[in-house]
């Protein structure tokens, strides 16, 4: 996750921020944006079965969604708004800056999950 997480927020600094205004960005940028967003449906179910006993799973990931829906219930209102007042530019950096800090607390969880070593390719 936190490859993708972090692949998809260079993508969005280097590609839409400062070339977003023309149209011969927007189609590779939405393939490789939903290449790398859509990996999220899919990793998802993975990581919350690391966590957890195989009889819990079902209730794992329905609390998972569950308490992601919220962060899209209030989301899409608010960027609405802020694509009307600040501009689609300003948008992709708050965007950018959200994975930003999506990616930060992959790589602290990562870390503790450790117990505060930093081994590369360290089985969690």
């Keep these: 996750m ?14 839409w921020v400062p070339l977003g205004h023309y149209i011969g960005v927007l189609y590779p940028f939405s393939f490789m944006l939903g290449l ?19 009889e819990e799973f079902g209730q794992w990931l329905g609390t998972c969604y569950f308490v992601s829906s919220f962060g899209t219930l209030v989301g899409i209102p608010i960027a609405g708004e802020l694509l009307q ?19 930060l607390n992959f790589i602290i969880a990562r870390w503790s999950c450790l117990k505060w070593e930093w081994k590369l390719w360290a089985k969690v």
Excluded at 37 to 44: A, E, H, Q, V
């Design 2 to 15: 936190a490859v993708v997480i972090a692949v998809t927020t260079v993508l969005i600094f280097a590609l």
């Design 36 to 54: 790398g967003t859509g990996s999220f449906l899919s990793l998802t179910p993975v990581c919350v079965g690391r966590v957890c006993r195989v």
């Design 85 to 103: 007042v600040a501009g689609p530019t300003r948008l992709a950096a708050v965007l950018g800056g959200i994975f930003g800090l999506a990616l």
